[in-house]
């Protein structure tokens, strides 16, 4: 998970960097997402990962682009920042996970 966790914290910086949205939402899926493999994910975020990048890729390109450029493209703002809150909201979800493999366990003892 901790690769994973990286790249959608990398993708997340992307996200909240200066420019317009949909440019750094396109950066930040294709540099940062788009390789994923879906079992190098959680469950928790499996199928929303899937159902995020079937959405992302939904656009036959023009010559010169890619297909999340295309679709990006064809976005609004606003349907574009949507997309970047699913990504984050994804980060949150990882983040959640690892903090609880790290908490150390509690076990019940004896008063003694």
Request: aromatic share 6%.
């Given at each position: 998970?901790?690769?994973?966790?990286?790249?959608?914290?990398?993708?997340?910086v992307?996200?909240?960097?200066?420019?317009?949205?949909?440019?750094?939402?396109?950066?930040?899926?294709?540099?940062?997402?788009?390789d994923?493999?879906?079992?190098?994910?959680p469950?928790?975020?499996?199928?929303?990962?899937?159902?995020?990048?079937?959405?992302?890729?939904?656009?036959?390109?023009?010559?010169?682009?890619?297909?999340?450029?295309?679709?990006?493209?064809?976005?609004?703002?606003?349907?574009?920042?949507?997309?970047?809150?699913?990504?984050?909201?994804?980060?949150?979800?990882?983040?959640?996970?690892?903090?609880?493999?790290?908490?150390?366990?509690?076990?019940?003892?004896?008063?003694?």
């Open positions: 998970m901790s690769s994973a966790w990286e790249n959608f914290f990398a993708a997340t992307v996200l909240a960097s200066a420019g317009p949205i949909k440019h750094r939402l396109v950066e930040a899926f294709r540099e940062h997402l788009a994923l493999e879906e079992d190098e994910l469950r928790e975020i499996r199928d929303e990962f899937t159902s995020l990048s079937s959405a992302m890729c939904s656009v036959r390109p023009m010559k010169g682009e890619n297909a999340i450029q295309a679709t990006v493209r064809k976005m609004s703002d606003s349907e574009a920042g949507g997309f970047a809150v699913r990504i984050v909201g994804m980060l949150g979800v990882l983040a959640r996970l690892q903090a609880a493999q790290r908490a150390p366990k509690l076990r019940a003892v004896g008063e003694d």
